[in-house]
């Protein structure tokens, strides 16, 4: 069937079929190349050989990775770190955004004006550590959640969507049937927010599982999350190639293992966001999509 002042339907639905694969070939090739690179000789990768397929398959890199100790101390304090920081910031994101989306909230205008300004302006690194060492946060995994719980731009995104996407009739029937403000909260909102609620998971859980910056401050060795000790076996790995540098033979062998790391570094980080992910595509795909247009 032809449409009158256009393309037919199967045309066009070639056409975005082909934009679609050629996107998905431009954002998910970075990622395969970086798999194939982390099972492939790494002056291979660097000579242009690993286009498509690994080039003299080894898996040094990730043997160099897991023989350390420290690497799954390190996973299951990501873990751990990510399901509290996760919990605990959706939990402020909706005791924050919920009051904020009520139009008659006594000074809205003014705590909308408070949050903004956080977003433009901060204390700093010297001025927030110092805060956190005298509230007695030093080595302790609150460090990681307290100072920035709650992510201003998320939560104008989750007002936003309780303003555009639950009918405040709605509210004031629940409120006219005798509910409380809480139960009206717990009951109603809750359940009919549940895809922008699925997109401030991922969007926590990412930013947890990849911060290693803020526990490198604050935590000590045996706190590291994984992403922070990867980048400390990388460090030693480069640390040992340098020493070896006056060794015959021993350098380019070590930093050979040494670019492998850091490819393998990659994947192990990402590998488990990725699993993740498509369980939570559809609600995230909605939550993007919810209160786009407002009704």
């Known amino acids: 069937m032809k449409k009158k002042n ?6 066009s639905d070639i056409i975005l079929v082909a934009i679609t694969a050629i996107v998905l070939i431009i954002v998910a090739y970075p990622l395969y190349y970086v798999l194939i690179a982390s099972v492939s000789d790494p002056y291979d990768v660097y000579a ?41 910031s959706v939990a402020l994101l909706y005791i924050t955004a919920y009051p904020m989306a009520q139009k008659d909230l006594p000074g809205r205008k003014f705590f909308s004006i408070f949050f903004l300004i956080t977003m433009y ?3 700093g690194l010297i001025p927030t550590f110092l805060v956190v060492k005298d509230t007695g946060l030093i080595d302790n995994i609150w460090a990681l959640f307290l100072p920035g719980g709650v992510a201003v731009g998320n939560m104008i995104i989750v007002r936003n969507y309780f303003q555009n996407s639950i009918p405040h009739e709605l509210i004031e029937a629940s409120e006219i049937d005798g509910c409380s403000k809480l139960r009206t909260f717990l009951s109603i909102v809750i359940p009919l927010s549940k895809p922008i609620l699925a997109v401030m998971v991922v969007f926590s859980m990412v930013a947890y599982w990849n911060d290693w910056f803020t526990a490198m401050i604050y935590l000590t060795a045996e706190k590291a999350p994984l992403p922070l000790v990867l980048r400390n076996i990388l460090i030693k790995s480069s640390a040992s190639a340098n020493q070896a540098a006056t ?6 062998e070590l930093q050979k293992v040494t670019e492998l790391i850091k490819f393998s570094s990659i994947i192990v980080a990402a590998a488990p966001m990725l699993v993740i992910y498509p369980f939570v595509q559809k609600y995230f795909e909605k939550g993007f999509m919810a209160g786009a247009v407002k009704g």
């Open 6 to 11: 256009g393309l037919s339907d199967r045309t």
């Open 247 to 252: 060794i015959s033979g021993g350098y380019a």
């Open 121 to 123: 302006f901060g204390g």
């Open 48 to 88: 242009g050989k690993t286009f498509l397929l690994p080039s003299q398959f080894t898996l040094k890199g990730y043997s160099a990775v897991f023989a350390d100790p420290k690497i799954f101390s390190g996973f299951f304090n990501s873990v751990k770190y990510t399901v509290i920081g996760t919990i605990f």
